[in-house]
């Protein structure tokens, strides 16, 4: 049984260590908003991947709190589940704002294994102890500094390099990594930064041997991806425009993809994530965890849903000291070799640095029934 007695819940604003540039815009710091979920003694833990604007998806940190704080929580709160899979099916009523959905699914999966003393990736099934992972890098700002980075993270022993393009900055900067780098797994990520107009454009990426193109049509548009998909030999991978189970079927029963990035943040959930992922092996297609610059607590999520088995290629989770001087949970979550360790202890295997994440605080609340 899973009784949920009190949660609370922060937004913190953590200072990133590089500019992020993609398509949609640039970032310096990152808006963190954590979830704690606290019954029996344990607290799970959850961090949400809605931005403050919505310039990825569609959701905010803002929309996050009205839905957790009007539905969300009150429908959690003072209530036992079977298990989290039923605190996730609970919220199935309420329309859309799976990012919102995802934080109390996830910090309830995190204080179920807690309670059952089982890391996460056990009960998730997943069966790998360390995980590949590559890094995406943001634009630069000029064909040499994106050699230079890609040099760097090279050298730390990332498995893939994905750099972000835009119409305007994409064939230069990718001839120019591939040139000094010609047998680096490579792929690129435009943000729905394209449209069919620039088939042409996205054609001619083929020659540099990418494993995939990233999201280059609108993020709520799985046709047009189709019909991309027939003019290119290159698999196109889908972000965005997956939301759910539902979206896998449906892109890929139409060829809209070959490749899902899978963001347990963006869809739900683990159980929806497990539902995509296992999709996605029906029609023959990989996953990879996707990131969206998690502090701690989210990058532990994904580490431990990246250990299902058809994660076969590698994912954007990061070393956390990439992105933050101080982070929100106490362990080092540290890739070597491009392989990062899945967190041992129960649950997701890592504790919130409450006086840092309270020094970090912008939003505070703590929620009874
Ligand atoms: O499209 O995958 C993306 C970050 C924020 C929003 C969208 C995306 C990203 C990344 C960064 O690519 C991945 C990471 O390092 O966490
Ligand atoms: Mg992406």
């Known amino acids: 049984m899973l009784t949920i007695e009190r949660a609370e819940l922060y937004v913190l604003r953590l200072p ?3 500019r992020f540039e993609t398509s949609f815009g640039v970032q310096t710091e990152k808006q963190v908003p954590l979830l704690l979920l606290h019954g029996g003694g344990l607290t799970g833990l959850s961090e949400g991947v809605m931005e403050s604007l919505p310039m990825y998806r569609e959701e905010t940190i803002g929309g996050a709190l009205a839905f957790l704080t009007g539905a969300g929580l009150p429908g959690v709160l003072g209530h036992s589940f079977a298990n989290p899979e039923a605190v996730g099916a609970s919220l199935a009523s309420w329309r859309g704002n799976r990012m919102a959905k995802a934080m109390l699914e996830m910090a309830a999966w995190d204080l179920w294994a807690r309670q059952l003393e089982m890391p996460l990736w056990q009960l998730l099934g997943g069966d790998k102890t360390a995980v590949e992972v590559g890094v995406s890098l943001g634009i630069q700002a000029s064909e ?6 890609v040099k760097q993270h090279v050298a730390q022993g990332y498995r893939r390099i994905k750099l972000k393009i835009k119409p305007g900055w994409d064939a ?3 001839q120019a990594v591939r040139q000094a780098f010609p047998e680096l797994a490579l792929t690129v990520d435009a943000n729905s930064a394209y ?3 620039d088939t042409a454009k996205l054609q001619a990426l083929g020659e540099f041997k990418l494993d995939y193109i990233e999201q280059p049509l ?7 991806h189709a019909t991309l998909q027939r003019r290119l030999a ?3 991978c889908l972000d965005e425009s997956i939301a759910s189970a539902a979206d896998t079927r449906k892109a890929l029963a139409t060829d809209a993809g070959r490749v899902i990035n899978l963001k347990v943040g963006r869809v739900g959930g683990h159980s929806e994530a497990r539902r995509v992922h296992d999709v996605a092996r029906s029609f023959g297609v990989p996953v990879w965890c996707g990131g969206m610059l998690e502090s701690g607590v989210g990058r532990a999520h994904n580490i431990h849903l990246s250990t299902l088995p058809n994660f076969s290629k590698p994912g954007d989770t990061a070393s956390a000291s990439r992105y933050f001087a101080t982070d929100t949970v106490n362990e080092a979550l540290e890739a070597e070799n491009g392989l990062m360790p899945v967190p041992s ?4 295997g890592v504790s919130l640095n409450r006086e840092f994440v309270e020094a970090q605080a912008d939003y505070h609340q703590e929620f009874v029934p």
Do not use: M, Q, S
């Open 218 to 224: 609108a993020w709520d548009d799985l046709h047009d």
């Open 144 to 149: 040499a500094a994106t050699v230079e980075a």
């Open 172 to 174: 230069a900067p990718v």
């Open 234 to 236: 290159t698999p196109l």
């Open 195 to 197: 449209t069919l107009a």
């Open 16 to 18: 990133l260590k590089f």
């Open 345 to 348: 202890g129960p649950g997701i």
